[in-house]
């Protein structure tokens, strides 16, 4: 049997509007020593209460959860009742503008419902450790981001991804400070990006970084 409260294990909730799929998820899930799904449910709602009163590490939440409801709608409620759950998108969608949306309102992973079942578990250790979890299919470099961006571009890109501030990469680079928000600005209009943080989570979504 496993130690639920033992500090190896990962506690999982799931909140999919599919019975099926939950009921799949959770076996195989299950199956791994070091997580345990302690609920599942169907709506937000459902999963605000269970999660104030299981406080799982992990919340593997869908985007589309019925009649015209959108996981991503529901983040600002859970983690008011879950403060310290990292959420892990499990959804259909494959294409990278969901992984880009989920990614920027603060998901630490997204992985597909066609995954192998090593790769859910994955992505819930990975997320569980802290760290971003995003699937291969979104990690390729997509050759239309990568050829609109210069030389120069990237570099301020990959600074910026670093956490060097604006007059640390003007230094780097040998280029005023000005220049360097020209770039970054630039950065943000090609990417869509409305902040340095989403500036970086979406090129490493399209396999930039």
């Not at 998820?25 to 449910?41: N, Q, Y």
């Not at 990975?126 to 050829?147: H, M, N």
């Not at 120069?152 to 230094?171: F, K, M, P, Q």
Request: hydrophobic share 40%; proline share 2%.
């Amino acid at each position: 049997m496993k130690n639920i409260g033992g500090p190896a294990t990962v506690t999982v909730l799931l909140c999919d509007d599919h019975r099926m799929f939950r009921e799949g998820a959770k076996r195989i899930l299950d199956d791994e020593d070091d997580i345990v799904v302690v609920g599942d449910v169907s709506s937000v709602e459902e999963a605000v209460q269970q999660g104030a009163a299981l406080a799982p590490a992990v919340i593997g939440l869908d985007i589309s959860l019925g009649a015209g409801k959108n996981g991503l709608d529901g983040f600002s409620q859970l983690w008011q009742w879950c403060p310290t759950a990292k959420i892990l998108i499990v959804s259909q969608h494959q294409e990278r503008s969901f992984v880009q949306a989920a990614l920027a309102r603060g998901a630490s992973g997204y992985v597909t419902k066609d995954a192998a079942a090593d790769d859910l578990a994955a992505a819930v250790r990975t997320v569980s450790q802290g760290r971003q979890y995003i699937p291969q299919v979104a990690s390729k470099p997509d050759r239309q981001f990568a050829t609109r961006l210069t030389t120069r571009e990237r570099d301020v890109l990959e600074l910026l991804a670093e956490g060097h501030t604006n007059v640390e990469i003007s230094g780097v680079l040998h280029l005023s400070v000005r220049t360097i928000e020209t770039y970054r600005s630039q950065l943000a209009r090609k990417l869509g990006a409305g902040s340095r943080a989403e500036l970086i989570r979406i090129a490493k979504v399209e396999g930039i970084l």
